[in-house]
Antibody, heavy 124, light 107 residues
Framework: QLQLQESGPGLVKPSETLSLTCTVSGGSISSSDYYWGWIRQSPEKGLEWIGSIYHSGSTYDNPSLKSRVTMSVDTSKNQFSLKMRSVTAADTAVYYC????????????????WGQGTLVTVSS | DTQMTQSPSSLSASVGDRVTITCRTSQSISSFLNWYQQKPGKAPKLLIYAASTLHSGVPSRFSGSGSGSDFTLTISSLQPEDFATYYCQQSYSTPYTFGQGTRLDIK
């Protein structure tokens, strides 16, 4: 069965770049049926969608992050990645990667498979 | 952005109780509403999509209803494994947004 696993540094200094990778196992990231996304969770902001990427590299992200986000995909490694620039303490959160599926007759978007999450702390 | 407001923010109930959680959106989202369950230290799990369709493997004691801007999640008879936090999420437009969560604990 499909599994997602986040990896990356757990501690990032303020003003630096947060970098995370999500490895997909048990299925292909190149499937035409899915997008792949990043969602974070903090006590202050709750669950916040960061952005999503297709295997072709097409992306869309949350404007609230003021273009600090870059997402990429490596189909040869079955991975997709997140970079967030100029981080502050407000970016401290558990970061999840997730599969975005379209289900039902009207193609409802859902996040149906999630990684376990990884805590990223922004601190000097 | 579509704002999501859940109520109550927390709820105490007993095994066997029927509970209802409400989600209200700041604009009409038709039926593009999902519900997730999250247990401590775990990722959210999809329960219901399209406001009322149970995701595969979800017990039938869970149900969802609503359209437009008012939605409900109902658990007909609480089981011990249902004590968790529940979130609504709209998929009508980006940015996707989530409710602040409803924590359901044991009375």
């Amino acid at each position: 069965q499909l599994q997602l696993q986040e990896s990356g540094p757990g501690l990032v200094k303020p003003s630096e770049t947060l970098s995370l990778t999500c490895t997909v196992s048990g299925g292909s990231i190149s499937s035409s049926d899915y997008y792949w996304g990043w969602i974070r969770q903090s006590p202050e902001k709750g669950l916040e969608w960061i952005g999503s990427i297709y295997h072709s590299g097409s992306t869309y992200d949350n404007p609230s992050l003021k273009s600090r986000v870059t997402m990429s995909v490596d189909t040869s490694k079955n991975q997709f990645s997140l970079k967030m620039r100029s981080v502050t303490a407000a970016d401290t959160a558990v970061y999840y990667c997730a599969r975005r599926s379209m289900v039902g007759a009207n193609y409802f978007d859902v996040f149906d498979i999630w990684g376990q999450g990884t805590l990223v702390t922004v601190s000097s | 952005d579509t704002q999501m407001t859940q109520s109550p923010s927390s709820l105490s109930a007993s095994v066997g109780d029927r509970v209802t959680i409400t989600c209200r959106t700041s604009q009409s989202i038709s039926s593009f509403l999902n519900w997730y369950q999250q247990k401590p230290g775990k990722a959210p799990k999809l329960l219901i999509y399209a406001a009322s369709t149970l995701h595969s493997g979800v017990p039938s004691r869970f149900s969802g209803s609503g359209s437009g801007s008012d939605f409900t999640l109902t658990i007909s008879s609480l089981q011990p494994e249902d004590f968790a936090t529940y979130y609504c999420q709209q998929s009508y437009s980006t940015p996707y947004t989530f409710g602040q969560g409803t924590r359901l604990d044991i009375k």
